[in-house]
């Protein structure tokens, strides 16, 4: 089956920063990378996803690339805020089907103001 | 427009007892997935479910739980005689009957504690 690793673990930046947090996957049949913000005590929340048709996707500060020949793909967060502190998780899963997101550890985001 | 809701928010049963957990799917979605969550872990992916079926329960424990969403209501997930080891929080996310549906939208989850 499917398995995602994700880097850092933990993760602090200054306000200001940027950020990027790793994954990889080792089923190259794996074609739907979301990624999750959770906060504390809260469900995780689609942030941004991408899909093996595409390298990158950018929306706003966050932008996602995925490199589909070495199997990783990564979140970049710039000009980090506060409110952007959260455990951020990526997936990836196959479309069609019954659809099932393998999902990394989390990243805990730490954004010092 | 509402979200996925789930309830209770949190749940403490003891060693023996059983719980159920309700999720309702965002409106004019119709797949339900279940999920645990353990602490500074990631989602583990327990069942996967749509009106009246259950597609992959792959990820579900053979025995305690189960699983359902009826043709009118929310999905339940079910613990039977619980032990401390089903402690975590769970999640149900849901997504809709077009294409794509890749997008999965989770509710706020529900936290049980077995004391």
């Known amino acids: 089956g499917e398995n995602v690793e994700q880097h850092p673990s933990t993760l602090s930046v200054q306000e200001g920063d940027s950020a990027v947090i790793k994954c990889t996957y080792s089923?190259?049949?794996?074609?739907?990378f979301p990624w999750y913000k959770q906060e504390l005590g809260k469900g995780p929340q689609l942030i941004i996803d991408?899909?093996?048709?595409?390298g990158e996707k950018k929306d706003q500060r966050i932008a996602v690339t995925l490199n589909k020949t070495a199997k990783h793909f990564s979140l970049h967060i710039t000009e980090t805020q506060p409110e952007d502190s959260a455990v951020y998780f990526c997936a990836a899963s196959m479309s069609g089907g019954s659809y099932i997101p393998t999902f990394g550890r989390g990243t805990s985001l730490i954004v010092h103001p | 427009n509402a979200g996925v809701m789930q309830n209770p928010r949190h749940l403490v049963r003891r060693r023996g007892q059983e719980a159920r957990l309700r999720c309702s799917p965002m409106?004019?979605?119709?797949?339900v997935y279940w999920y645990r969550q353990l602490p500074e872990e990631g989602l583990k992916f327990m069942v996967y479910l749509q009106k009246e079926n259950i597609i992959d329960e792959s990820g579900m424990p053979k025995e305690r739980f189960s699983a359902e969403f009826p043709k009118e209501g929310p999905s339940i997930l079910r613990i039977q005689q619980v032990v401390r080891g089903d402690s975590a929080a769970y999640f149900c996310a849901s997504s809709s009957t077009g294409v794509p549906t890749y997008e999965q939208y989770f509710g706020p989850g529900t936290r049980l504690t077995v004391t």
């Open positions: 409106k004019g979605h119709s797949h």
């Open positions: 089923d190259s049949a794996s074609n739907y």
């Open positions: 991408i899909r093996s048709n595409v």
